[in-house]
């Protein structure tokens, strides 16, 4: 097991990707879980999400964690959800998540939009939408709203770079 410590700051913004235990397809199907562990864990330890996405086996998002710890919130939530999941299916035991997550601090606004393209287009990219409008669990909807520019085109979007898959 690594003894990798986690480089915490308040004030920055934090790319997260979690993946599921072999990346079962569990999170879509149970979206109602994933909100009320966020709300859980919100209660206790205010942060905010400035992009998110959810796809049936892992989710990406940009965290302002103010001044908790991103692992914290990330423990917390996980936490959270393999209780409510063993709940709703009735388990006595067993694991949800990889043990643990990727994290990256973004470091200037092109970082920032380039990890806000990559999570609006992550759909796209593991084939499950054609167009990324067409994913619901997306903070992309909330943008478009807001009438907000938003890259229409998957065209000049690095997804090879290191987003934690």
Known sequence: MSKLLRYYSPGNYYF????????????CNNIDLFKRALRNVYSKTPFQMSYWVILPDHFHMVLDSGECNPGQIMQRFKMSFGQYNRER??????????????????????DLHNHANYIHYNPVKHGLVSDPFDWKYSSIHRFREQGLKIRESTQNIDFDGKYGE
């Open 16 to 27: 997260i990707t979690v993946v599921t235990r072999n990346r079962e397809n569990i999170l």
């Open 89 to 110: 299916y009735k388990m006595q035991s067993g694991a949800v998540w990889q043990s643990r997550f990727w994290d990256h601090i973004i470091r200037d606004e092109a």
